[in-house]
């Protein structure tokens, strides 16, 4: 009893070996092509208005009034108290030519007139020339010195009070238009730092629409460099969606028993042929039979 055998070929159909051709070298062009880097500008400059801030803030110094001020201070800080006793004997002497010695020579007038009407007295009471005269000038002299030696010591006392308060209201006025001259000079240098701020945030739009664009031109060259990898997907993706088993399928069967009596059929016809040749009576009776 015989086996038979069989043998399947199959074979691409000839659309999806193209597809598979041009697959194959779509994916060889991509491998070997050369890395082309992007050469564009990718991040946008200062605007003009951004440059010209960032000069203004370069150039900014403190104002010479924070000088000015620190001078002051330093000044009161550093003052030794026979310095400041050097400005109130300067303020007392001030009020002792202004004050005390006008007063010293009004009442030294006013006793010369006094010293006229006591010798009219004097000269009345027949005492011209004798002791009572030395007695009663002294006497009257004695109170002029006293009360202008009070006058006087009131004076001075006033004085000097006047001058500790001159000097102590001087400080404060010091300090006070320190304050005040710090206080402007802090004013206007805020001023120019928020000016060159707002030049800073209007300068940084026009930057911004230039980033804008370099960025615009970037994705483009990306677009550009990623079409080749879009293309060959869309290739990958049409050949995954062929059927299975697209293309023709070729079956060959064999039985080896049918191969051997078709041997021996064609060795009888032989036989026969030969017996013809050189027996014909026989081959004649072969094939009656």
Not at 168 to 197: C, K, V
Not at 232 to 250: A, C, E, I, K
Request: glycine share 14%.
């Amino acid at each position: 009893m015989g086996t038979k055998s069989e043998t399947t070929t199959k074979s691409m159909d000839p659309r999806l070996a193209a597809q598979t051709d041009q697959l194959t070298g779509f994916a060889n062009q991509l491998a070997n092509s050369q890395f082309d880097p992007y050469t564009g500008q990718r991040v946008a400059g200062l605007s003009g208005l951004e440059e010209q801030a960032l000069s203004g803030y370069g150039a900014l110094t403190l104002p010479s009034e924070f000088q000015e001020v620190s001078d002051i201070y330093r000044g009161m800080a550093t003052r030794t108290p026979q310095e400041r006793q050097a400005d109130i004997d300067a303020y007392t002497q001030q009020y002792t030519s202004n004050v005390i010695d006008p007063t010293m020579a009004a009442l030294n007038r006013q006793r010369a007139q006094q010293r006229v009407g006591e010798e009219a007295d004097i000269i009345g009471a027949n005492a011209f020339g004798s002791g009572r005269r030395g007695v009663y000038e002294g006497e009257r002299q004695g109170a002029f010195e006293a009360a202008m030696g009070q006058t006087i010591g009131g004076l001075q006392a006033q004085g000097y009070q006047q001058a500790v308060n001159r000097a102590n209201l001087e400080d404060q006025m010091r300090m006070s238009a320190a304050q005040a001259l710090g206080g402007q000079a802090g004013t206007a240098l805020q001023a120019q730092m928020g000016l060159l701020g707002g030049q800073m945030q209007a300068g940084a739009l026009p930057r911004s629409l230039e980033q804008q664009g370099l960025e615009a031109a970037y994705q483009e060259y990306l677009r550009e460099y990623e079409d080749p990898f879009r293309k060959f997907g869309v290739l990958q993706g049409t050949q995954s969606v062929m059927p299975q088993g697209y293309g023709t399928t070729t079956t060959t069967t064999k039985d080896p028993m049918g191969q051997f009596g078709g041997l021996m059929q064609g060795a009888g016809s032989l036989f026969k042929g030969y017996a013809a040749l050189t027996n014909p009576a026989a081959a004649a009776a072969m094939a009656a039979g």
